[in-house]
């Protein structure tokens, strides 16, 4: 069973470019998240979702990030003009749906570590 | 607001040698999740631990075991037989089953392991 895969693993914006990163989570997990590490630091939530639906983005910086999870194909995080404070190792984890055992587990990905030139 | 609290930058441990990682938290809820992750170099986060905060009895995963103290909201990492693999950064997380499902770390303890 395949595990959370991310891609691109690094990826290299100039400011002012866009940075698209992709998350497909595990096999039969339908929720997923995306936490931001910026040097030195721990994860810091950013968003929640669920096929079709943003649960919570309260994490989420006001302009210029946007989250997708599309009934097909993989999640999206999508960075708009980036700038050199972007730059940091973002990961994806994902989880089974709600009620079912281990749904507080999240497992994750190896993370897309992003760097704004 | 939830906060999680990694008092110690950074650690060693002779290896072969027993070493104890803090972790406290603040919440005011009741039922929670706590957990331990671990982050090599290669910056993948693995899961080493995981607690149910109903659950008395503390988690135990082979050679790693946690100190719970819920009254004190103390969830620390203990790791025996230090290997040099386990040298990485380590993050204490919270979770909760109220709200929106997302994960609070920990700034993270950096393990050196000595040879």
């Known amino acids: 069973n395949a595990g959370v895969m991310q891609n691109p693993r690094h990826l290299v914006r100039r400011r002012g470019q866009e940075a698209r990163l992709r998350c497909s989570p595990m096999?039969?997990?339908?929720?997923v998240y995306w936490y931001r590490q910026l040097p030195e630091e721990g994860l810091k939530f950013m968003v929640y979702l669920q096929k079709e639906n943003i649960i919570d983005e309260s994490g989420m910086p006001k302009e210029r990030f946007s989250a997708e999870f599309p009934k097909e194909g993989p999640s999206i995080l999508r960075i708009q003009q980036v700038v050199r404070g972007d730059s940091a190792a973002y990961f994806c984890a994902s989880s089974p749906a709600r009620r079912s055992f281990g749904t507080d587990t999240q497992y994750f990905g190896p993370g897309t570590r992003l760097t704004v030139l | 607001a939830q906060t999680v609290t990694q008092s110690q930058p950074e650690m060693s441990v002779q290896e072969a040698e027993t070493v104890t990682l803090s972790c406290t938290y603040d919440?005011?809820?009741?039922?929670?999740?706590l957990f331990w992750y671990k982050q090599p170099p290669s910056r993948q986060m693995i899961l080493v631990i995981r607690q149910e905060a109903y659950k008395q009895q503390n988690a135990t995963e082979n050679r790693f075991s946690v100190n719970f103290q819920k009254a004190a909201k103390s969830f620390s990492l203990k790791i025996s037989d230090s290997q040099l693999g386990d040298a990485a950064m380590y993050f204490c997380?919270?979770?909760?089953?109220?709200?929106?499902?997302?994960?609070?770390f920990g700034t993270g303890t950096r393990l050196k392991v000595l040879a």
């Open positions: 997380a919270y979770y909760t089953t109220s709200g929106t499902y997302k994960y609070i």
């Open positions: 096999k039969g997990h339908s929720h």
């Open positions: 919440t005011s809820e009741s039922d929670y999740y």
